[in-house]
Structure formats: C-alpha cells, structure tokens
C-alpha cells in the first residue's frame, strides 16, 4: 500500500530543481590599434552571446584602450583586463562599476575577496610584475616588487587552494623569454618556490590545471612549440616538443583530457595527450584559422574564434563529433571566452501542463500535453541531461534504475527507472 501511494504521488508533482546552466558567453573583442600611427581603429569591446536565443550584442565599449587581455567572473561581477586598466562590471547589467590604472596588465584570477593581476609591456620595464587588489572597489592591497616576487613578465595564473601558480615568461624582451612557474601565497603574499622549466620549457603562453598538475603551452624562444607538465605534489617538471612552428597566442585549450592547439597560420586542429605526454593527431572535421579556443564546461561544446585582426570577427561552436552547430559574428579580433555558469535555486513544487507516463517504467517515456517543437530533456539528480528530444517519447531502456526529472522549458516531473 505504501509503495502504490508513493507512485500515485509522482503523478500529482512537478518540481524545479538546482542544476548549473549556461546563462551567456562572454567575449573580450581586443579591437584593432595601429602601432604605427597610434591610432584606436577599432575599439575594444565585451559582447554577450546568449546559447538560448543564439542571439550576440555588444555590451560594453572601453574607450582608449589599445588591447584588452583578459577577463574573468566572480560572483555578480566580471573583471576586464584592458591595456593599462582593470575594470569591474555588474555581470548583469554590464555597468562599469570601478576601473584602476595598471599599466601592462595581462591576466586576471579571483580568490575570495582578492585579484590577482600580472603584468607586462614590450620593451617596457616595471618595478612589479604582480599586484593584488581587493575585488570589492578595486584598491591596491599590494604591489610584489622585483625584488621578492617575479624578475620578469608575467602572464597566466592558475589558483589552486592557497597558491596561485605565475607562468613567467618574459615574452616582450626578444632573446631573453624565460620559463618559469612562481608561486604566490594568497594569505600572506609570499612569492617564491619558482620552478624553471628548461631550455625548452621557455615561454608559456597558456597555463592549465587538469588532475594534480598543471600544463604550459610554450612558444619557446618563438622558433617551436613545447608542452610542459609541472607536478603540483612533487614541485617537478617535465617538457616535450611537438612542433617546430609556434602556436601563437592564446590557440590552445584544454579539452577534455586532451590540449587542443594549432600552429600559426595554420588551419588545421591538433591533440595532445595529457595522459601519455604525446601527439594523438589532428582533430578531424576542422579546417579554420582561429584566434582563441575554449570547451564550455556543461556541455563540452568547443568555441573556437577567427579573425582577419582589422575588420572581422567569428565565434564558432563545435559539438563532441567537431560538427559545427552555430556561429555567430563578433568583433575585431575575440581573444577571450568565458562562460557564464550559473546554478537555479532550490527544489520547489510548481506547476506543469504536461504529463508523463507509464511512471516507474524502465522502457518507453511517454509525454502528453508538450508542443510539437519543444525540447525534452531527461535529467539525473546531478542536473546533468543524459538524453533529450523534441519527440513525445523517451527511450530510457539503457540508463541506469533511480530518479531522473523530465524537463520542459524549465519546469519538471520526477520519474523513476526500474
């Protein structure tokens, strides 16, 4: 008697449940400046590309700024490294909120209620290659000289725990690029432990953590390719070369268990085992220039920029099979992607004008009272959509028994696979 009540009441409810979704892309245009007549020819802009309408509009232009070089969020709010600025904005709204001078900056990393920022200029010298400031209104915390923190430029940071790992690199001074990785203490601003990656670790360019390592896409002394793997546990670190061509900046993500890059001025995509430390061959079904790469973390879609750096600017978005999906036109020169990840709040019983049956069931889902285009999605209780469909029927045959939600539009059932 018990067990038939509990199934006469999955009928009766609906409900909403907490699950991450992709609220918007960002993307940093870094605009077209013309070193040799000094003028801004093509500002620097933030777009916001919506997933759901596939719709992209400019959000934000930051006046006089020649470059920009990075942006992150945190919380309610997104940091742009532009040129000799930092700016805060509401994530919503896009308003700028606060904006400070620091000349040179290059990357940006959140922890807690600090940021952290690296710098660097061609031809250009600084007395910090590293500042920290407080996230709330964007005031210096401090300035870690070159003395006791990094000699050089400085460019990528990855936070882990306590630690923000620097890649240094020294990239604006020709036949000086160095290779190494620091590490600041983020409770007490300590810098030090620096690891050298080698003669052909020299240059990073991208810096990853997957697993307990992290992972440099070096340009070397900008005659080959290398990838570095640095071991968080042990401190120690190890190189491979893979090509005798640079990848230039910023063309390689991690994706999945693998590194997607491309060379410069190529149009072909390539793979690196991270696991194995080794080539695993082009990736197949791509044939584009690209600027900057980048897998969105929900679904694994991989975006993929390309620009002729003065006019135009493309977003494409590949599925897990490297088959295009959308694309959609930017501005000059998208350097940086970021994803906007956002969780809906709480479980709570709604509403719902559809039904689905037999429930339990362990075979065929049946919806009733759905429109003849709407998606269907199938849901565990991770909020991870293991099947969707704009068909009436769900074939659940080969997941696994428990509590799954079907999902229209947001509002959801609860169904049980025997």
């Known amino acids: 008697m018990k067990k038939a009540l509990i199934t006469l009441s999955l009928f009766a409810s609906s409900w909403s449940f907490a699950q991450n979704q992709l609220h918007q892309v960002l993307v940093v245009n870094e605009g077209y400046y013309d070193y040799q007549t000094g003028a801004i020819l093509e500002p620097v802009t933030i777009g916001s590309y919506n997933p759901t309408t596939q ?40 308003q700028e909120i606060a904006n400070v ?28 290659y590293l500042h920290v400031y407080n996230t709330a209104d964007l005031q210096l915390i ?72 992290l992972y440099t896409v070096n340009n070397k002394d900008w005659n080959g390719t290398s990838i570095s793997k640095f071991e968080l546990a042990t401190n120690t670190a190890s190189t491979v070369n893979i090509a005798n061509a640079i990848t230039g900046c910023g063309t ?49 879609q991989f975006y993929a920029s390309s620009t002729d750096f003065f006019s135009t600017g ?19 020169s998208p350097g940086t992607i970021v994803f906007d990840i956002r969780t809906s709040t709480g479980i709570n019983e709604t509403t719902s004008n559809f039904s689905v049956s037999p429930n339990p069931t362990n075979d065929i889902l049946t919806i009733q009272g759905k429109s003849v285009n709407e998606l269907v ?11 969707s469909s704009t068909d009436a029927t769900l074939n659940i045959s080969q997941l696994p028994a428990g509590i799954y939600y079907v999902n229209i539009n947001g509002t959801c059932q609860k169904v049980i696979k025997l």
């Open 55 to 94: 719709q992209y509009q400019v959000v934000d232009t930051l006046e006089n700024m020649r470059f920009a070089s990075d942006l992150v969020i945190d919380g309610n709010f997104y940091y742009v490294a532009a040129d000799a600025k930092i700016y805060k904005m509401d994530l919503n709204t896009h």
């Open 142 to 213: 401090q300035a870690i000289d070159t003395v006791t923190g990094p000699k050089w430029a400085t460019q990528n940071i990855v936070i882990d725990g306590t630690t923000a790992y620097l890649a240094v690199n020294n990239a604006y001074e020709w036949g000086n690029e160095k290779g190494i990785i620091g590490q600041l203490n983020l409770t007490n601003f300590s810098y030090g432990n620096e690891v050298d990656l080698g003669p052909n670790g020299k240059n990073p360019d991208n810096l990853v953590k997957y697993g307990s390592a």
């Open 252 to 300: 390689s993500a991690l994706r999945d268990d693998k590194i997607t890059y491309q060379i410069s001025m190529e149009t072909s995509l390539n793979n690196f085992d991270i696991n194995g430390m080794n080539n695993i061959g082009p990736v197949v079904g791509i044939n584009l220039n690209f600027y900057e790469l980048a897998q969105e973390p929900l679904s694994g």
């Open 377 to 387: 999605s199938l849901v565990d209780l991770n909020g991870t959509t293991v099947l």
């Open 314 to 332: 493309n977003v494409y978005i590949y599925d897990a099979t490297n088959t295009e999906l959308n694309q959609f036109t930017v501005g000059v």
């Open 101 to 128: 001078s620091c000349p040179g900056v290059r990357n940006l990393a959140v922890y807690q209620d600090k940021l952290v920022a690296t710098r660097g200029e061609y031809l250009t010298t600084y007395d910090s």
